[in-house]
T-cell receptor, first 114, second 114 residues
Framework: NAGVTQTPKFQVLKTGQSMTLQCAQDMNHNSMYWYRQDPGMGLRLIYYSASEGTTDKGEVPNGYNVSRLNKREFSLRLESAAPSQTSVYFC?????????????FGPGTRLTVT | EDQVTQSPEALRLQEGESSSLNCSYTVSGLRGLFWYRQDPGKGPEFLFTLYSAGEEKEKERLKATLTKKESFLHITAPKPEDSATYLCAVRTNAGGTSYGKLTFGQGTILTVHP
């Protein structure tokens, strides 16, 4: 049981390049989330998917798009990377039970945009 | 707007020196407070969920408590391996959604010296 996995672990992009961050979970969770973590800013929600087939914006969605490919996979796409998107990106998932709201995080992708 | 403030920003302890981390919150209808541990270069690891004032949870040397305005993470006789960043997060009624949005504090960096 791998939990939440993310690829790649590290990435360097030039301004204007595009890329997709991949996330998968094997815990049969319904909800999935993408966060970014910046020094002094804490974790901020970019997009989330409450269930397969649905996606919604979080606090900081500008410059990003997402796809909930199936119940297991949730990808984050940067269409035209900017230096302000240099950050550590975390994917998380949450169990099905309505009384269970703790989220489980992946190991992160460290992205640098030059 | 929901706010979560953690203090201190950094805490240095000697091995065996007990102390507490604070998480104060200003939210509209608390639906859960979460504690996470984050090691350098890794994703946050779930520790505890607290739902109501007076509730307490323990795990090894860690004990989390909750009041109507704040939560404490008590660390008893810490060891160097307890060194990490500790994050707290809240889930609230804000927006009336059920997707489990969490608002995170900025974390407390704990260093335990041998």
């Amino acid at each position: 049981n791998a939990g939440v996995t993310q690829t790649p672990k590290f990435q360097v992009l030039k301004t204007g390049q595009s890329m997709t961050l991949q996330c998968a979970q094997d815990m049969n969770h319904n909800s999935m989330y993408w966060y970014r973590q910046d020094p002094g800013m804490g974790l901020r929600l970019i997009y989330y998917s409450a269930s397969e087939g649905t996606t919604d914006k979080g606090e900081v969605p500008n410059g990003y798009n997402v796809s909930r490919l199936n119940k297991r996979e949730f990808s984050l796409r940067l269409e035209s990377a900017a230096p302000s998107q240099t950050s550590v990106y975390f994917c998380a998932s949450r169990a099905i039970a309505k009384s269970s709201y703790e989220q489980y995080f992946g190991p992160g992708t460290r992205l640098t945009v030059t | 707007e929901d706010q979560v403030t953690q203090s201190p920003e950094a805490l240095r302890l000697q091995e065996g020196e007990s102390s507490s981390l604070n998480c104060s919150y200003t939210v509209s209808g608390l639906r859960g407070l979460f504690w996470y541990r984050q090691d350098p270069g890794k994703g946050p690891e779930f520790l505890f969920t607290l739902y109501s004032a007076g509730e307490e949870k323990e795990k090894e040397r860690l004990k989390a408590t909750l009041t109507k305005k704040e939560s404490f993470l008590h660390i008893t006789a810490p060891k160097p391996e307890d060194s990490a960043t500790y994050l707290c997060a809240v889930r609230t009624n804000a927006g009336g959604t059920s997707y489990g949005k969490l608002t995170f504090g900025q974390g407390t960096i704990l260093t335990v010296h041998p």
